[in-house]
């Protein structure tokens, strides 16, 4: 079984950055992908950025070159910080982790294990 646990949400105005933090625990080896999905109010949630135990990496494109994920020398650890923050980027932002390589296909259905979301509010 695999806990997802995030952190570092917040409020801040446009241009701002923020830096979230999400903690795997239980059985890291069944995680082969890790990534951040977001949910606006209204919305459905969509892909942020994911990254695989190689350490491929894919972006949304609404997020490229602003937002950089990565994993700490501590592999239960995923961060994504964030900068050149935009009002559309508020959102309830969740750590998922998937079991094999169908995490590329960048859907929320391909993703097992869900934490609990950390909000982020971008004021203009």
């Known amino acids: 079984q695999v806990q997802l646990v995030e952190s570092g949400g917040g409020s801040v105005q446009a241009g701002g950055s923020l830096r979230l933090s999400c903690v795997v625990f239980g059985d890291i080896d069944r995680a082969y992908c890790l990534g951040w999905f977001r949910q606006a109010p209204g919305k459905e949630r969509e892909g942020v950025a994911i990254t695989d135990t190689d350490g491929t990496t894919i972006y949304a494109d609404s997020v490229k070159g602003r937002f950089t994920i990565s994993r700490g020398n501590a592999k239960n650890t995923l961060y994504l910080q964030m900068n050149s923050l935009k009002p559309e980027d508020t959102a309830m932002y969740y750590c998922?982790?998937?079991?094999?390589?169908?995490?590329?296909?960048?859907?929320?259905?391909?993703?097992?294990?869900w934490g609990k979301g950390t909000l982020v509010t971008i004021s203009s």
């Open positions: 998922a982790a998937s079991r094999g390589a169908n995490c590329y296909l960048f859907r929320p259905d391909a993703m097992h294990y």
